[in-house]
């Protein structure tokens, strides 16, 4: 049973509890309302960063912007604005059919100089390095021994030939008294055989004395062949003999110089083809960075097996070398030309693409618009290839800024090389200011300059594009004079590249 004070008791308890309920309500608006200011202010900070991003790149941020529905136009295009492209003109080649190797150059012979007697050497006759001529005297050995030795074996000669006389002498009377039988025959038997025997000590006589001077010839060393004479291999003084490892010098024969290489096996059948009928094959040697042709030569020799490991033949190459161009183990880069394709249509390596349908090549129009053409590319030679396909001689196809271009897409054709476009050089206004302003705190104003004269030069129809939005933007203070610089001589394509690059490291490093 209730009292009768239960009831207003009860209503205070529920009033409270109301209380306590709108406190909570009222603290959660709040927090909603937080939430929701705290979002509007990232969202216009994102929308301010989104138009920095923008104007740094040359159009404004929104629908077109980065990200937006138009990026896909700005990428291809930037729009309905021209994009700057490099061409070069369809033409008519004499293209080489070339097979490209490595080879290794080696002497056509080579010859290490050995002594043939043992003696003291006395005199080195030839400089290091120098070309010498077969025949050609290299070194001296002390003779004195040899001499004497010579001089021994003709004093034996010159007794036995006098014995040998006076036994023919007696030999001639045994033989008329054997005649006139007043002596015995067995007599003349024995002087005949005295005879034949002192013929023979004679001849083993001139053998020795040829012995002898062959011997002392050998003191002079002579070079065996013709050729570039090596480091010296011992010095005046020093004892020699025959069995000497390193002998005195070594000779190269270096013109003409050999070179080996290893090409395909399947180009074999051609190679035969053209040795067996006496055709010239001309070979290249270029350096290993394939830029600078050293010299020109021919095959002269094939291998008689294929390599089963590689599947290669070996070839060797001769080149006269008459200017000491090649040098023995020296490793070159090597072009062996198979035929030559007379008057092909040819265009620039860097203009053929590949797509998903296929090779092609942008072509520039008459309206300055470039529409894509296929192609089937053929043989290269050097910057060049053959292509057959829907071009013509004298067309203009895009070698440089391909990767910003559509079908239909319109260009504005500027020099391939960097240093021939327009306002590449500063002139000297602008040099005087870079070097007034070279301090860090007048940065800023010497980059504003440069992008001034800049715009001044290309025109405001390419203003979007040039270095002055990033050095008016949040980049103002961080462009030393030498990077404005930099940045005026690139193309439109290079300086949207670079501060894509700075902006995507200033993402990277969080700032």
Not at 237 to 244: A, C, E, H
Request: glycine fraction near 10%; aromatic fraction near 4%; charged fraction near 20%.
């Amino acid at each position: 049973m209730l009292r009768p004070d239960s009831a207003p008791t009860n209503a205070a308890v529920g009033g409270a509890k109301r209380s306590r309920q709108n406190g909570k309500a009222w603290v959660w608006g709040l927090g909603i309302v937080a939430l929701v200011i705290a979002g509007g202010w990232w969202h216009h900070a994102h929308q301010a960063n989104a138009q920095g991003s923008a104007s740094a790149q040359g159009g404004p941020a929104g629908p077109g912007g980065p990200g937006g529905p138009g990026s896909a136009g700005r990428r291809f295009g930037a729009g309905n604005r021209a994009q700057p492209v490099s061409v070069e003109p369809v033409r008519l080649h004499d293209l080489h059919v070339s097979v490209d190797a490595i080879g290794t150059l080696a002497a056509n012979n080579t010859a290490t100089v050995h002594v043939q007697v043992s003696g003291v050497l006395q005199a080195l006759l030839f400089k290091e390095g120098q070309l010498v001529q077969k025949g050609q005297s290299l070194a001296r050995i002390d003779p004195r021994a040899f001499a004497a030795a010579l001089e021994q074996s003709e004093g034996a000669l010159q007794r036995d030939k006098a014995q040998l006389d006076n036994a023919r002498v007696d030999l001639k009377r045994y033989q008329d008294l054997v005649a006139k039988d007043a002596a015995p025959k067995q007599q003349l038997d024995t002087q005949v055989a005295l005879v034949r025997q002192l013929e023979g000590t004679v001849v083993s006589d001139q053998a020795a004395v040829d012995t002898a001077r062959l011997q002392l010839s050998y003191c002079n060393v002579i070079a065996p062949i013709s050729g570039r004479a090596g480091l010296k291999q011992v010095d005046l003084g020093n004892i020699v003999s025959p069995s000497d490892a390193n002998g005195v010098v070594v000779l190269a024969q270096t013109q003409p110089i050999a070179l080996t290489f290893s090409v395909p096996s399947v180009n074999l059948s051609k190679i035969a083809d053209r040795m067996n009928a006496h055709q010239t094959l001309v070979v290249e040697a270029w350096d290993r960075d394939g830029k600078t042709k050293l010299a020109e030569g021919r095959i002269a020799s094939r291998d008689n097996a294929i390599d089963l490991a590689t599947d290669t033949i070996k070839l060797k190459a001769l080149f006269d070398n008459r200017d000491d161009s090649l040098f023995p183990n020296q490793a070159v880069r090597v072009r062996l030309q198979l035929d030559t394709l007379p008057q092909h249509l040819a265009v620039p390596s860097a203009a053929v693409q590949r797509g998903a349908d296929g090779f092609y090549v942008y072509v520039v129009n008459a309206d300055q618009s470039v529409s894509a053409r296929k192609v089937v590319p053929g043989t290269v030679d050097g910057d060049w290839t053959a292509v057959d396909g829907a071009v013509q001689p004298g067309e203009s196809v895009v070698i440089d800024g391909i990767d910003r271009l559509r079908d239909g897409a319109k260009v504005e054709v500027i020099a391939a090389d960097p240093s021939k476009r327009a306002g590449a050089q500063p002139n000297k206004a602008h040099a005087g200011r870079r070097g007034a302003s070279s301090t860090a705190g007048s940065a800023s104003g010497a980059a504003g300059e440069h992008a001034d004269a800049w715009r001044q030069r290309q025109g405001s129809a390419n203003a979007a594009s040039a270095p002055s939005s990033a050095v008016s933007g949040t980049w103002a203070n961080r462009l030393p004079p030498d990077v404005a610089a930099k940045i005026e001589q690139m193309s439109p394509e290079e300086r949207r590249a670079f501060f894509d690059k700075r902006r995507a490291e200033r993402a990277a490093s969080g700032n």
